[in-house]
């Protein structure tokens, strides 16, 4: 039987994405089954046109008005239970489902894996494009696979944890095989016991500020919900994405050529004897924290993030992320760069 995903022509991307930008999509499908999906890469518009997987548009900045291609927008449904013993559980997702839902469903069902990625905005099947993370916990850690569809082939193939090339904010499907597959769904293995991870971030001084010795997992669950609501600006009220640019990684050397001049300098440690500075800091340090125009701006409560205060469009933001760089890049020697996908 055919299920032809409904198309269609002219859609604002508005809604689609959380910065607000108006975009124009030339065609735009929605996906509710994998089969629609089946069907549209055979279609005569998907062979004449480019296209953009979207989900929900919480990492991604429309540069310009319209989107000259097609639109393939992912809202499939479904949890399953794959496996279940006393000490562990196989769970799949498909990637329409709401990361944040799916999140709660797996705290309020007593699992270990996931609780430190709370109200991460954002659905099911984009969160390991950038393998998504947040008070010392990603995605990798619990994931086992994913299932992807070619977009040229329409082959159907499994990502293995090892295939997919994780690291920080990265994955194979951001790299080599960008826009080549859409993932479909991810399955993950989470724990009936664990230990909970509260030295990020300031989840110790929340818990004890409100009388929490020995929380359990919703009480970690929505102690995270709220430190990330006083901390980021809402999307409905501020259009943003969250970070925009990456912690850059940066030579020991260097680190302490820039400790000399900044004492206080934080930092972390990063890969290969590398050493991760806070990009918020940097940024903050070059005077942007709270920097507006009438349309876009720097929040003032976390210079890592750019808001959209509205009727600006995504070329605002461009310019203004690259302003912020060449000012890093001239006081700290610097180059950071975008978490956020430009499209
Ligand atoms: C307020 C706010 C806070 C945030 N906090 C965090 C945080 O703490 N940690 C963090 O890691 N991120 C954070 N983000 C970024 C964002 O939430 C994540 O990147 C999230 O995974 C994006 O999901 P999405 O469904 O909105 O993806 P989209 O923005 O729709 O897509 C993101 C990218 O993935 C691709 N893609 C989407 N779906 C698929 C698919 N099914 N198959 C293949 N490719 C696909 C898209 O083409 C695009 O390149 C934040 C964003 C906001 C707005």
Redesign the pocket.
Known sequence: MCIFAPMKTNVNLQP???FGFNAIAKYFAEINEIQQLEELIISDVFKNEKH?????????LFQSEFFDGLVIH?NTKGIKILKEDENEVVVRAQ??ED?PDFVRFTIEKGWFGLEN?A?????????????????GM??KDSFLQCE?IHLETGEKRVFKKEECAFGY?NSI??NEL??Q????SLDFLLQKQAELKLEYGNIKAYLSEHGIKNPTLLQLHDAICAI?DAK????KQIG????FFKNPVIEKVQFEALQKAYPNIPHYDGPNSKVKVPAGWLIEQAGWKGWRNEHVGVYDKQAL?LVHYGDGTGHDIVELAQRIQASVEAKFGIRISP???F?
Do not use: C
Not at 232 to 235: A, H, I, K, N, R
């Open positions: 689609y994405n959380s953009l997987i979207l989900s929900g548009g919480n990492n991604i992912i990637a329409g990361w990625l109200h991460i905005p954002g659905k099911v099947g984009a969160a390991p494009v950038q393998n998504i993370g947040a008070y990603e995605l992807a904010r499907f951001k960008k826009g597959y859409v993932i479909t990330r980021l600006p809402d999307v943003n994405a969250g970070s993030v978490e956020v996908n499209v």
